[in-house]
């Protein structure tokens, strides 16, 4: 295993032998066990050795030497070596000081290329960063720095942070799933549990079996500390056998303390967690994804019908033989009745699939896990922390949440993992696999249509992902017409993972709502392939500035884009922003809806602008609100549109408009001019027929905007709608501008009391 060499022998009493002098010099052993065989081939024949052995020390050259230190990562080996050839023995157990971790830490996160083939060169600010936010949260998180007390579990860290932090490329090669199964082949590829008992069960295997099940039901439970009854109970004590307590007793003393320690928040020391807290949703993934949820009828009926099947073949080969020498009419039928129960039981079988298929699909959309987090942010917060205050040891806890469990049930089926894990002697096979995939596909692809939160459409995602199955992924993407993925932090990788699963199909996204998700240029070049099939783009809130518009500009002039709206708003455009999106007008051909709304274009973007409308003849709306507009060049756009073939609505409002510009504004009719100013609540002696559209902008932005610049405006608006009630008449038209009075006078008092 790749711990951290849990214990080693120390022997000087070999050096006194009488046999020791025609030995060569001594010397240091490192094994991973150390059954009889390997202990007769450590200490050499230092005693009248039986045959067996003589013909072993014939067949092994290194027999002939003998070691003064031996080291083994499996202390029930130990017991196996005679007391006499033992002067002392040690344990080293990982990293006894956190400055060391910290240095691991350090060292191997600065490591250029260890992320993998799709991992970028990091700048020493970031690893640095890593680095301070890491130590931070060990010093906070007791629970982890246990766990990186073994020196395999920083690796497993550090790895988890290269493919959260630095995987750049489409798609990444890595998965989640993959780390942890490739974390535990490096522990335990090729190890038997006991190589004395002849059940011959792999470790990993037993490790499924007896932890898996107290994963699992931890996960059904919500529960991550576990008491002693709770490991008597999962591991069966009461019910084994003699050479089953055996097996326990191995796996007590060499694997128990790798996957379970004892818990270190006051109040619970008695009880165990698991080391790594991701560790038990894998665990109860693989139980599950193997079979090993089984009832006692289920048992029974898959080792009855294992030997029955055995006995009908045997006996179905006397009875072809006999029938060809005596042709007796009952023979049919006792074939049919030997192929009952096989066929039977095979049925069952099928239904345990179904029975797995059923629990990825019920956990995957479990609806009081809709509003969490996404799980990678969920992890990034388990190795990191959360940055604020500690919550306080009284305060009870939040319920745990087991998002990860179903994603390692599909990456656990990835063609890859099972070959890694059937290395490990938990087979799945490839007829399994496709079975349990074909029974999720129809329950996987109805829930995913009647729409997910954000959080919750990324964990399908990346779930899809982690699965690797281009086919199934390819069907449950079909469905896919909306993406709304507004509000989460899409991280190099969450965009590697989207831009992966939906590249498995090239059919044409209705809207992909990318709203406030922390997108910059390099993000834009990752889902390029994505956004060019999608009609409607919401790339609102993401301080998007001059390079990602020379990005967008790209996308827009691609020969393939089918993009017809596209909302940047409240994003830091400014002037050369709107250069490249003036080019991008000039060439595109799909646009009709353009919102630049709050993206510091001033009088310059926006005449910019204005001169490439011109050569865009689709566009039917434009809007650039709130964007220090003066007169000269509201008109000036006011003027191209009136031109424009297609456009025929410009949004204006909160602008720094005159009086004597309003005026101008408020002439244009659409019947003679064809074009729509939209400036004002008002229209003349009449409510606009968009002020309710123009409130609702305003609401919506308000906690992004200048507030006292927005006060201001607002001021202005119910001063204007003052003045057009009074100099109308019609009761009609004053019971509709004291409406909307009252709408900005109610907004006004929020803004002024805070509560907006």
């Known amino acids: 295993m790749g711990t951290a060499l849990p214990s080693s022998l120390l022997g000087p009493d070999l050096n006194q032998h009488p046999l020791g002098s025609s030995f060569l ?68 157990c990982g990293f006894s000081d956190t400055n060391l971790q910290k240095l691991y830490f350090q060292m191997r996160l600065s490591q250029p290329g260890c992320g993998g083939e799709n991992s970028v060169r990091r700048t020493s600010s970031e690893q640095e960063n890593l680095v301070e936010m890491l130590s931070r949260n060990l010093e906070r998180h007791n629970q982890i720095a246990a766990a990186c007390f073994l020196p395999s579990y920083c690796w497993l860290v550090c790895t988890t942070l290269h493919f959260l932090y630095f995987t750049r490329t489409v798609p990444p090669s890595q998965t989640l799933t993959g780390i942890y199964t490739s974390f535990l082949r490096l522990n335990f590829s090729g190890e038997v549990l006991d190589s004395t008992d002849p059940t011959n069960i792999s470790m990993m295997k037993y490790v499924a079996k007896t932890v898996g099940k107290l994963a699992y ?85 898959k080792e009855l019908s294992e030997v029955i099947g055995k006995v009908s073949e045997d006996v179905a080969v006397i009875l072809s033989i006999i029938s060809k020498v005596l042709p007796l009419r009952f023979l049919p039928v006792l074939f049919n009745l030997l192929k009952i129960f096989p066929r039977y039981f095979s049925r069952l079988s099928g239904r345990d699939r179904d029975a797995i298929a059923h629990t990825m699909a019920e956990e995957m959309f479990k609806e009081e896990d809709y ?45 890859r993992n099972r070959a890694i894990l059937e290395q490990l002697g938990c087979s799945i096979k490839n007829l399994a696999a496709f079975e349990i995939a074909k029974a999720m596909k129809k329950t996987v692809i109805r829930k995913s249509r009647k729409g997910l939160p954000p959080s919750e459409l990324m964990d399908y995602l990346f779930f899809l992902h982690e699965f690797q199955n281009e086919r199934f992924t390819a069907e449950a993407i079909r469905s896919l017409r909306t993406v709304n993925l507004s509000s989460v932090k899409m991280t190099p990788l969450k965009c590697s993972v989207l831009a992966s699963v939906m590249g498995t199909t090239c059919h044409e996204v209705e809207e992909l709502n990318l709203t406030s998700c922390n997108l910059d240029s390099s993000s834009l070049r990752i889902l390029f392939p994505v956004l060019l099939r999608c009609k409607a783009l919401h790339l609102q809130l993401n301080s998007l500035g001059s390079d990602a518009c020379k990005e967008i500009r790209d996308l827009l002039l691609h020969d393939k884009c089918v993009v017809s709206s596209l909302r940047l708003a409240n994003n830091p455009v400014g002037e050369q922003g709107a250069q490249y999106l003036a080019e991008a007008l000039a060439g595109n051909r799909s646009l009709t809806h353009l919102s630049l709304l709050h993206t510091a274009l001033g009088d310059r973007g926006a005449e910019v602008i204005a001169q490439h409308l011109a050569k865009h003849q689709h566009l039917q709306e434009l809007n650039l609100g709130y964007n220090s507009l003066t007169d000269a060049a509201a008109l000036h756009v006011v003027e191209v549109a009136k031109k424009h073939a297609t456009l025929d609505k410009v949004h204006l409002y909160f602008n720094d408009i005159s009086e004597d510009g309003k005026r101008a504004l408020h002439s244009l009719r659409m019947d003679r001019d064809g074009i729509r100013a939209l400036v004002f609540l008002t229209a003349g002696t009449d409510v606009s027929d968009y002020w309710s559209n123009i409130l609702n902008v305003v609401q919506k932005n308000l906690p992004f905007w200048d507030r006292e610049r927005v006060r201001q405006h607002l001021a202005l608006i119910l001063q204007d709608l003052e003045s057009s009630r009074r100099q109308t008449a019609n009761p009609w038209r004053k019971a509709k501008f004291l409406r909307v009075e009252s709408e900005v006078k109610k907004m006004l008092g929020k803004l002024q009391h805070g509560t907006l």
């Open 25 to 92: 010099n001594p010397s240091l052993w490192v094994v991973g066990s150390l059954c009889p065989c390997m202990w007769v081939m450590c200490l050499g024949p230092c005693e009248p050795s039986s045959k067996p052995q003589r013909e072993q020390l014939q067949t092994h050259p290194a027999l002939c030497f003998q070691a003064s230190i031996i080291v083994t990562t499996r202390p029930s080996a130990v017991r196996r070596i005679p007391g006499k050839y033992v002067g002392r023995y040690a344990e080293i």
């Open 371 to 415: 509003y969490n987090d996404d799980v990678l942010d969920q992890i990034n917060f388990s190795i990191l922390g959360v940055e604020g205050p500690m919550r306080h040891p009284d305060e009870a806890p939040d319920d745990e949440v087991f998002e990860l469990f179903p994603i390692f049930m599909g990456g656990i089926l990835s063609r």
């Open 217 to 301: 039901e931890g996960v059904m439970s919500r529960k991550t500390c576990f008491s002693e009854d709770d490991l008597q109970q999962c591991f069966e004590v009461k019910m084994k056998t003699e050479s089953e307590l055996n097996l326990l007793e191995v796996f007590r003393s060499d694997v128990f303390r790798f996957f379970l320690t004892p818990c270190v928040q006051p109040g619970k020391e008695h009880a165990f967690v698991f080391t790594i807290p991701a560790m038990q949703e894998y665990l109860a993934a693989l139980y599950v994804v193997l079979g090993e949820k089984k009832t006692l009828a289920q048992r029974v009926g």
